[in-house]
T-cell receptor, first 113, second 112 residues
């Protein structure tokens, strides 16, 4: 199994600012993902983080708003740019290894005022 | 295309009684299926997974699920609910191109 840590665990931000969330996996994984979970809802995939190249974004999500980096196999960052209150959500990092099981970080709880 | 439907958004059971959380899926590929649990203000924890081996899958905390291809179902059960089982449960399918699709979740309430 993989253990995933995220920093920060929560933050309160002012509108118009940006926040970068870090994700660290304790073992080598094949794929890393970023999800959003809005209050009372299920998870929505934002993008697949690709090592050394641009992330693959899902419909409705764009690089300018959610830039993602993955400089190596076990680390990724998600930036939420030019935030508005609608961006208040839980952001989860996820990783998948060779066994196909997907593991999740504890999430970053973001509140934008 | 693939999809997953959790048939109940809320389930309420008394402590000590059986739990049944229902999940139906569709996938054009032989799917892998998972159940995750999310306790309040916590991350997602894997309960169990089905990946084309035994159709009855046993997970943690006494949960199990049965893969029924003819019914395209993967219902989660537990013989006796405990107060600590109160949480939200997500059924997940991984199929075509390893794309993962989440269900909308079922909130389980356990009444003392």
């Amino acid at each position: 199994s993989a253990v995933i840590s995220q920093k920060p665990s929560r933050d309160i931000c002012q509108r118009g600012t940006s926040l970068t969330i870090q994700c660290q996996v304790d073992s080598q994984v094949t794929m890393m993902f970023w999800y959003r979970q809005q209050p009372g809802q299920s998870l929505t995939l934002i993008a697949t983080a690709n090592q050394g190249s641009e992330a693959t974004y899902e419909s409705g999500f764009v690089i300018d708003k959610f830039p993602i980096s993955r400089p190596n196999l076990t680390f990724s960052t998600l930036t939420v740019s030019n935030m508005s209150p609608e961006d208040s959500s839980i952001y989860l990092c996820s990783a998948r290894g060779l066994q196909e099981t997907q593991y999740f970080g504890p999430g970053t709880r973001l509140l934008v005022l | 295309a693939q999809s997953v439907t959790q048939l109940d958004s809320h389930v309420s059971v008394s402590e000590g009684t059986p739990v049944l959380l229902r999940c139906n899926y569709s996938s054009s590929y032989s799917p892998s299926l998972f159940w995750y649990v999310q306790h309040p203000n916590k991350g997602l924890q894997l309960l169990l997974k089905y990946t084309s081996a035994a159709t009855l899958v046993k997970g943690i905390n006494g949960f199990e699920a049965e893969f029924k291809k003819s019914e395209t179902s993967f219902h989660l059960t537990k013989p006796s609910a405990h107060m600590s089982d109160a949480a939200e449960y997500f059924c997940v399918v991984s199929g075509t191109y390893q794309k993962v699709t989440f269900g909308t979740g079922t909130k389980l309430q356990v009444i003392p």
